[in-house]
């Protein structure tokens, strides 16, 4: 019912919040993740989900065509538009240097801090093709097993964890290769 989903989505909000007033929005971006994982575990209505999602598409194309030079921290934006203009071609950057810093120069790199966002680089560096193949089928089995150990489940409760569990690896997974790829913005 609209009613409980309104309630629902109120009490996802709030952690949210929290953690974007605390400056953590990639966090508040996966709890999202989790609860709407969650949610669709639940039954969601597929209009609801439709719905959300256009209006989150128009939410954010029209805050980032009004409001870019508000939105984040500058590095934020430009990091999203190195993405979209790797070149600056559309000279999206300020300066030469600010260009330099959040796009990586040469033909070979060095891993920077292999221990956290970028270790999925590190094993393509020490392990190649095969190493990242292998890396992605495991992490692929663990969330498929997340999802039907889930579906499996006795309890309501048990689909539920392990549904928002499940969204939150593979958005995790999603995000971090996404990153080591270039096609998604440190």
Same mark, same amino acid.
């Given at each position: 019912?609209?009613k ?6 109120l ?5 949210? &919040? ?12 996966i ?11 639940? /039954?969601?209505?597929w ?9 989150a598409? &128009? &939410?954010v194309? &029209? ?10 921290? +500058? ?15 559309? +000279? ?31 094993i393509?560096?020490a392990? +190649? ?20 150990? +889930?579906?499996?489940?006795?309890d309501l409760?048990?689909?539920f964890?392990?549904?928002?569990? /499940? /969204? ?9 290769? /996404? ?8």
């Amino acid at each position: 019912e609209p009613k409980e989903l309104g309630k629902l989505l109120l009490h996802l909000l709030v952690p949210i &919040a929290i953690i974007h007033v605390q400056g953590d929005d990639g966090t508040a971006i996966i709890y999202g993740i989790i609860g709407c994982s969650m949610m669709f575990a639940a /039954g969601l209505s597929w209009k609801y989900i439709i719905g959300a999602l256009a209006a989150a598409g &128009a &939410a954010v194309a &029209a805050a980032f065509a009004f409001f870019s030079d508000k939105i984040g921290k +500058g590095y934020q934006w430009y990091r999203i538009l190195a993405v979209v203009d790797p070149e600056n071609k559309t +000279g999206w950057a300020p300066s030469e240097a600010i260009w330099k810093n959040i796009m990586f120069g040469g033909s070979y790199y060095s891993v920077p801090n292999a221990h956290n966002d970028f270790i999925f680089s590190w094993i393509g560096n020490a392990a +190649g093709f095969v190493g990242c193949c292998v890396v992605l089928g495991v992490l692929f089995a663990i969330v498929v097993r997340t999802f039907l150990t +889930g579906a499996r489940s006795e309890d309501l409760l048990g689909t539920f964890i392990c549904a928002g569990i /499940g /969204g939150a690896l593979m958005a995790q997974i999603a995000v971090n290769v /996404g990153m080591n790829l270039r096609v998604l913005p440190v």
